[in-house]
């Protein structure tokens, strides 16, 4: 996002085509702009308590009921491994999560205390999110979506390693680009959304203007965060 004039770019990196976008209601967007897992754009607005979705395949933003009070200013906005959406924000030092296949808020007042600003979220690989709050306290923690407890945050807890990724079958030409589309919705129709994203990115790489291969790869976002 940019300020004043609150337009999200859309950048095509393989053409370097830009698409640009206001917000509605002359919103800032600049500090909580997040791409979740069904290949949307979540924006929690600044300050003024909206929040929206853009819909990349529509190219269009829908306001959301929002639960977020006017005069918190929200920060990094991230994608959850889970499909759910996190926040922090000042000077309330408040933590948020949306989930967008519920439309269900909640809201963590000042989980640290003697902060005013929550902020640096990032997902770790195990699927819990964590954070920054500081001002005067300055403190490292984490949050475990399936406990909804928040805890100091120890690097020691990160898991580092992982499986690698199975390898695509053999039966598939590696440079046939539809046979990586048909492959893709197979696995999709098996449930196994892991496959068939390696599939849709793989027809990607060999036909970037396949539009079959992009609508697969955006139901696989959309499947997984189900």
């Known amino acids: 996002f940019s300020a004043p004039a609150n337009w999200l770019f859309l950048v095509d990196c393989r053409t370097m085509a830009v698409e640009r976008f206001a917000l509605p209601n ?3 967007g600049s500090h909580g702009a997040a791409l979740d897992a069904d ?33 918190q200013y929200s920060w990094d906005a991230i994608g959850g491994k889970n499909g759910r959406i996190y926040f922090g924000t000042y000077p309330g030092a408040w933590f948020g999560e949306y989930d967008p296949a ?10 640290v205390p003697d902060t005013k600003y929550l902020g640096e979220t990032s997902a770790l ?11 005067p306290a300055d403190v490292r923690m984490v949050f475990d979506p399936e406990t909804r407890q928040f805890a100091p945050f120890d690097p020691a807890s990160v898991v580092t390693s992982q499986a690698a ?25 098996s449930k196994d959304q892991t496959r ?10 060999l036909d970037p203007e396949s539009d079959m291969a992009r609508e697969g790869l955006i ?7 189900r």
């Open 196 to 205: 068939a994203e390696m599939h849709f990115r793989e027809a990607l790489r």
């Open 26 to 28: 002359n919103d800032i």
């Open 39 to 71: 290949g949307n754009i979540y924006v929690m607005s600044y300050g003024t308590g909206n929040a929206y979705c853009f819909d990349v395949a529509k190219r269009e933003f829908t306001e959301l009921t929002c639960e977020i009070p006017e005069g």
């Open 102 to 111: 519920t439309a269900k808020w909640e809201i963590w007042k000042q989980p």
């Open 165 to 189: 990724p199975p390898a695509l079958p053999t039966q598939t030409d590696p440079e046939d680009s539809f046979g990586h589309v048909n492959a893709g919705w197979s696995a999709l129709q």
């Open 125 to 135: 690989p195990d699927g819990r999110i964590t954070f920054r709050a500081n001002g």
């Open 219 to 225: 139901e696989a976002f959309r499947a997984r965060s």
